[in-house]
């Protein structure tokens, strides 16, 4: 069904599917403050002043993301006339897309590979393993550059560092409900006025306790569907771009070919990698997996290739 899509339609399901999981996000911070609003004997309103302290939290975390995946990686300032083909790559591609130029980085690895990472368009970063730049020819690096330049244009870094934060936060609720909840139950029946009125009640603290123990394992789950969902929309996006969607084609052939691995890699920051840094020889299929299938990935943007040199197919 997807690999049938021309560009434009790629694009606009993408952004459909963005929004749909983006939603499901907003649910669970509001079923999560409403639970332990009521778990803490507070009127529903208070529900509000927990949600603002999970947002809070979510943005201190979020505003220190863009070294901290850096400083993970091992990543280090591209050097002036250091691969100068990658600097002139990236502020062509940056003057065609209608952004700031974004700083270069370079990831001492032989596995291929590359990712971006910035708050936004003005503090966007691209990093590539030396790997990638040596095994790879000049039009399939811009075509990654451009995949690349595609997640800072739509914004998938702050998206995706607002949803890594999301995830730690409901871990941290979860947690504090569940110790609530054993409190209550060693308190020996000490329960408040209100969280002891009507049979209801209990059945809204069975709720809360399916909620506590699913909800971590629930938002890994949009998480990482989002980031799937996310890297079709840049592969669609990249290719819109250099008009060469083949090239990039090539390209993630080559990066999920080679058999080096990223020692640097982690699990948090996996997802922002082109192609999974941890597991390229994953198909993709599980719900658990950061990327979507390569082959599926590769399978789409060949038939984009095709379509582009076939126009009447459009």
């Known amino acids: 069904m997807r690999s049938s899509l021309n560009l434009w339609q790629q694009i606009a399901y993408n952004k459909r599917m963005s929004v749909f999981i983006i939603f499901l996000f907003g649910v669970f911070g509001v079923l999560l403050s409403l639970a332990l609003a009521f778990l803490l004997d507070w009127p529903p309103q208070g529900a509000i002043l927990i949600g603002a302290v999970l947002l809070l939290l979510m943005l201190i975390q979020y505003s220190?993301?863009?070294?901290?995946?850096?400083?993970?990686?091992?990543?280090?300032?591209l050097e002036h006339n250091e691969y100068p083909f990658i600097s002139h790559s990236v502020?062509?591609?940056?003057?065609?897309?209608g952004l700031p130029a974004p700083k270069c980085y370079i990831i001492d690895s032989p596995a291929p590979n590359a990712f971006a990472t910035g708050r936004n368009p003005e503090e966007g970063v691209i990093?590539?393993?030396?790997?990638?730049?040596?095994k790879l020819n000049n039009e399939e690096i811009e075509?990654?550059?451009?995949?690349?330049?595609?997640?800072?244009?739509?914004?998938?870094?702050?998206?995706?560092?607002?949803?890594?934060?999301?995830?730690?936060?409901v871990a941290i609720v979860s947690e504090i409900i569940l110790r609530t909840l054993r409190f209550s139950m060693l308190a020996g029946g000490r329960r408040s006025s209100r969280r002891s009125q009507g049979g209801g009640q209990a059945v809204v603290l069975i709720l809360a306790l399916v909620l506590a123990i699913l909800a971590p394992l629930f938002a890994t789950l949009l998480h990482l569907t989002l980031s799937r969902?996310?890297?079709?929309y840049a592969d669609t996006s990249g290719a819109f771009l250099t008009r060469n969607p083949g090239a990039l084609a090539r390209a993630l052939r080559k990066i999920g070919g080679d058999p080096n691995k990223m020692e640097s890699a982690c699990r948090s920051t996996a997802p922002l990698y082109i192609v999974n840094p941890l597991n390229k020889a994953s198909t993709g299929r599980s719900w658990f997996s950061t990327h979507p299938p390569l082959a599926d990935r590769i399978d789409i943007l060949e038939r984009?290739?095709?379509?582009?040199?076939?126009?009447e197919l459009a």
Do not use: C, W
């Open 64 to 77: 220190s993301a863009r070294s901290m995946v850096l400083r993970v990686a091992g990543a280090r300032p």
């Open 91 to 97: 502020e062509g591609l940056a003057i065609a897309a």
């Open 127 to 134: 990093a590539l393993t030396t790997g990638l730049i040596e």
């Open 143 to 169: 075509a990654v550059i451009a995949h690349e330049m595609g997640h800072i244009k739509n914004y998938d870094i702050r998206l995706a560092t607002l949803a890594i934060a999301f995830v730690g936060i």
């Open 229 to 232: 969902q996310r890297e079709f």
């Open 304 to 311: 984009l290739a095709y379509k582009d040199q076939n126009p």
